[in-house]
């Protein structure tokens, strides 16, 4: 039986999360402006507040006064639901992420496994943008967006797999208590396992150079080339919270997580987190976009069987 | 196989070379201007909006007869020998700034202003009377501050 | 769906029209995309967009009025528009300009080829998906320029310089410092290109044997400039028909081997270092004297027709023109260098994909203004 | 070779192609323009780049003008051909130089001058619909900008 106190325990809760899911995302945004403004020689937002830290409310309460545009044709139901199915699971996996010794909502012990069921539910939400705008590119980017991430999945759930074997246990503090003093990116199996892992969040979260379903210059924005206000906003902050789960995962996988010395343990694992995001962001302003089939045959070719290998290495050792 | 890896190298490290290029310039001080606030510098000569200098002008047609959008249109008034200006119609709309009239004027009267910000809202203040300078102080004002 | 339909694998093909607001089309061309599935199984270019009727506009025009035309032609490459047309009219009055005005020609002509290069491999790399991040470092060095003609002529874009006869105005002590500056400034970021792009193994795996243009068919479509020689064919007017003081000049032609997209984007890196190169040694060598020659600004050449071709940065820009006894021109036939280029591209992208449309398209360097005129 | 060799040599060929008074151009009759193409398309000629073709109205005739270079051999030619504003229909070179494509295009949009045998003969510049030739000396539009007074 649920008592009062657990109610009013889950929405406290919700609130920080969602709350803190709001922030980080829009921090994120801003942040991401500047650093690529800072690559391209220019200033980036600069007006509001300092150093346009609030450019993104700004655009946040622009959005919510859009108008919502439906376009004509479009399966509306589905195209309702799309946003929502894709920002959900970003925020479901917050659930499990340790940003703390007890900072965690929710320890379950099948943590890394919930994380990668979650991590293949966005793209049903991007498949859905696709077909319920009645647009051909953006039916394009959603049958794009659905092959890579099928693709992607199984290098990505593979990497992930051979962290859970190493801390033999599921359970995401489970697996940062196995990294004591000792990050699991330092064995050369897992420096692997790591390479493998963020090139396929990459393309999980459809960043450059795996932005194919969004390709600005060949599908003019794939999946949500009709979609304005409020609902583009919720695409937005869904690909922004998914850029940070796979920074967080990966700080937590393969950086020790939360652990550190002095500084406590959710700053520790701030840094660790924006600095992997600093990385995807330092490579998404450098380099030019892969074509579909490049991509499919760099996920089939090279990935999985390199990941398999890495699986059987990583079994062999613990064996052994 | 040895091909292979050689390519994987290779490649690999021109990645990193990319890499490096862009991480320089971002520590890099940044090379552009906050617009509004700051602007940058016009030349001497730039060629912004056509301007007069009623008191110089001969009335001698030659800026009429060079444009090549035909938007400059001269009245004047016939007092013995001596002509004056009636009107100087400029129509900035098909303006392109070339910097003919300007040119050919034999007694400078026609000069190229800096401005610039030249938008509006109202389609009929794009044609104007050269004699009016004044208007020109409407133009300068109605940047952003 | 009835039942034959579903017993037997029924596909359709996919019609999608590209432009004419798209964002990597270059401007406004429309092009009618039959897909199946992802791969291009026709290609129909629609263009005319931007028809302004410059050859009608000419008719009606003096030979000096339309100076300020041809700035809108190429608008990314103005001053070489300007210098072709005033060379065809030069060789239909029979004119002969000072030594001074062709080296500052040569000068002005190859900064503004830099110039329009730097936009071609920028706006290159954004179709491949590097986003904004060359394209800007490219726009930051053609700055550079657009300062350096801002001084010179008062304009950032339809420079309106040359002039029947000569230039409008003659380079200044700052102006020559300021070239020297640029040419030390540019030479290292020629080299970052390199770095960011040329090599990168992701640039080099979407525009490797990509829309690869073979050398008789190049000649036979007319293809010129830099996507001529990309396909292995050593022809630049500048070495084969000089005009100005280019025969004075040491300089290399670049040329491709295969003539696929990423020879044309390399053409166009190493070209800029021979326009350096030729820069470095116009204003060493630039000689003393006035820089036009007086003519009226009314000009009434005999009847006659004549045809001139120059070098633009896009390909070979030609003008046809036919002079009758008024002061207008009879008739000004414009064979713009992208109209030709383009022309290809149906041919060229059937059986790839629609990522690579956009790197097919975006290695050609097409503009808009110059193809409808 | 020279100009005057290159127009000898076909004049030498084909007897009814003429030379223009006073320039090298070469008249050809419209009939033969397929066969003179044929033959300076080939070697020894070798005219392998159909670099522009022009329509000039000359209000009792109108010219088309196809401007041709040889890349390996670095010489160009001019070929006229004129024709009545009765008849507009001549062959299509386009089988010969893809780049005649386009061009034949763009003077069928502008002068009305019917390339037969094009593989697609359609309007180019101007919108499909678009009625009368633009280039045309006769040409009159109301939106047009009159000459500026000189």
């Known amino acids: 039986m649920l008592s009062i106190l657990d109610i009013i325990w889950v929405l406290v809760i919700g609130i920080i999360v969602l709350g803190f899911i709001a922030v980080s995302a829009m921090f994120l945004i801003w942040w991401e402006r500047k650093v690529s403004a800072h690559i391209q020689s220019r200033y980036g937002p600069m007006r509001v507040g300092w150093h346009g830290v609030l450019q993104s409310v700004a655009d946040a309460v622009k959005l919510l006064l859009k108008e919502n545009i439906v376009p004509a044709g479009a399966d509306k139901l589905v195209w309702w639901l799309a946003p929502f199915i894709v920002v959900v699971p970003s925020v479901m996996a917050f659930v499990v992420i340790p940003f703390g010794k007890n900072l965690i909502v929710k320890d379950l012990n099948v943590g890394a496994l919930y994380l990668m069921a979650l991590s293949s539910v966005c793209v049903i939400g991007i498949f859905m943008a696709g077909w319920g705008s009645n647009n051909k590119y953006s039916l394009i980017g959603g049958m794009r967006s659905a092959a890579q991430i099928i693709s992607y999945e199984i290098p990505l759930i593979l990497s992930m797999i051979i962290v859970s074997m190493q801390a033999s246990s599921l359970s995401m503090q489970k697996i940062v208590a196995a990294q004591a003093g000792y990050w699991n990116i330092l064995h050369p199996n897992m420096a692997l396992a790591f390479i493998v892992y963020i090139i396929s969040a990459t393309a999980e979260v459809n960043r450059v150079p795996f932005d194919i379903p969004e390709a600005e210059s060949e599908l003019v924005a794939g999946f949500h080339t009709e979609y304005s206000g409020m609902k583009f906003a919720m695409f937005f902050i869904g690909e922004y919270t998914n850029l940070f789960i796979i920074s967080a995962i990966a700080a937590t996988l393969f950086f020790g997580g939360w652990q550190g010395p002095v500084l406590p343990g959710a700053v520790w694992f701030l840094i660790k987190t924006y600095g992997i995001v600093f990385v995807l962001m330092w490579v998404r302003w450098t380099f030019p976009r892969l074509r579909v089939d490049q991509l499919m045959g760099f996920a089939w070719k090279v990935l999985t069987p390199v990941s398999f290998f890495n699986l059987a290495v990583t079994g062999w050792l613990l064996l052994k | 196989m040895i091909k292979l890896a050689k390519n994987f190298v290779v490649g690999t490290w021109s990645l990193i070379k990319g890499l490096a290029v862009t991480i320089k310039y971002f520590f890099r001080p940044t090379v552009t201007l906050q617009y509004p606030t700051e602007k940058q510098p016009m030349s001497e000569c730039y060629r912004g909006l056509v301007g007069l200098r009623p008191e110089k002008c001969i009335v001698c047609y030659q800026c009429v007869k060079i444009c090549p959008t035909a938007c400059l249109a001269i009245t004047h008034k016939q007092e013995d020998k001596k002509k004056t200006l009636e009107t100087f119609k400029y129509n900035m709309e098909l303006c392109c700034f070339c910097g003919l009239c300007q040119q050919v004027c034999p007694t400078s009267a026609i000069i190229m202003t800096n401005i610039y910000e030249i938008s509006v809202y109202d389609r009929k203040k794009l044609d104007i009377n050269l004699l009016d300078m004044k208007k020109y102080d409407e133009w300068t004002n109605t940047t952003i501050k | 769906m009835d039942a034959t339909q579903t017993k037997d694998i029924y596909t359709e093909e996919f019609l999608i029209n590209m432009g004419p607001q798209h964002p990597s089309t270059h401007g406004v061309l429309s092009l009618e995309l039959t897909l199946d599935g992802e791969t291009i199984v026709e290609c129909t270019p629609h263009i005319g967009y931007l028809h302004r009727s410059m050859e009608k506009i000419a008719e009606n025009r003096t030979y000096t009025q339309f100076i300020p035309f041809t700035d809108r032609l190429d608008y990314v490459a103005s001053m070489n528009n300007n210098l072709g047309y005033v060379m065809v009219v030069e060789k239909l009055l029979k004119l002969e300009i000072s030594e001074r005005a062709k080296y500052i020609r040569v000068i002005i002509a190859e900064l503004n080829r830099i110039a329009s290069h730097l936009i071609a491999i920028g706006t290159f790399a954004q179709d491949l998906g590097a986003f904004a991040t060359p394209l800007f470092y490219c726009f930051r060095e053609r700055e550079k320029i657009v300062e350096i003609f801002d001084q010179l002529c008062g304009n950032r874009l339809t420079y309106n310089y040359m002039r029947i006869g000569g230039v409008l105005t003659d380079f200044s002590r700052d102006i020559e410092e300021k070239i020297k500056k640029f040419i030390k400034y540019m030479r290292p970021k020629v080299d970052d290109y390199d770095w960011l792009l040329t090599y990168n193994a992701i640039f080099l795996a979407r525009s490797k044997h990509i829309g690869v243009l073979s050398k008789e068919m190049a000649v036979n479509y007319s293809i010129t400039g830099p996507n001529l020689r990309a396909s292995g064919v050593k022809w630049d007017l500048r070495k084969d028909e000089p005009y100005l003081a280019y025969d004075k000049f040491e300089f290399d032609v670049p040329v491709g081997k295969n003539g696929d997209a990423w020879d044309r984007y390399k053409v166009r890196i190493e070209e800029i270092r021979q326009s350096l190169r030729i820069i470095e040694q116009a204003i060493e060598a630039l000689p003393q004297g006035d820089v036009a020659v007086k003519v009226g600004r009314i000009h009434k050449p005999s009847p006659s027709e004549t045809y001139f071709r120059t070098e633009n940065p896009r390909g070979e820009l030609g003008f046809y023109i036919v002079s009758d006894d008024s002061v207008y021109p009879y008739r000004l036939k414009i064979r713009s260098p992208s109209f030709s280029n383009l022309a290809v591209l149906p041919e060229l992208v059937r059986g790839l994909k629609v990522a690579d449309i956009v790197c097919v398209l975006g290695s050609f360097d097409i503009l808009m203004g110059e193809i409808d005129r | ?150």
């Not at chain 4, 033969?32 to 020894?44: A, D, F, G, T």
């Not at chain 4, 008849?87 to 009305?112: H, T």
């Open chain 4, 1 to 150: 070779m020279r100009p005057d060799e290159i127009s000898a040599a076909i004049r030498a060929k084909f007897p009814q192609v003429k030379e223009e008074a006073g320039t090298n151009y070469i008249i050809v009759p419209k009939e033969s323009i397929l066969e003179v193409s044929e033959y300076i398309k080939n070697p020894p000629l070798s005219f392998d780049n159909l670099h522009c073709i022009t329509g000039i109205d000359r209000k009792e005739k109108i010219e088309v003008i196809y401007t041709l270079y040889s890349i390996g051999e670095h010489y160009g030619v001019t070929i006229k051909i004129n024709l009545t504003s009765e008849d507009l229909n001549i062959a299509s070179v386009s089988a010969i130089w893809k780049s005649a494509n386009w061009l034949e295009r763009e003077v069928y949009d502008l002068f009305g001058v019917i390339f037969s045998g094009h593989p697609d003969l359609r309007r180019i510049l101007n919108p499909y619909d678009w009625q009368g030739y633009p280039l045309r000396k006769d040409y009159s539009n109301p939106q047009l900008i009159a000459k500026p007074r000189l």
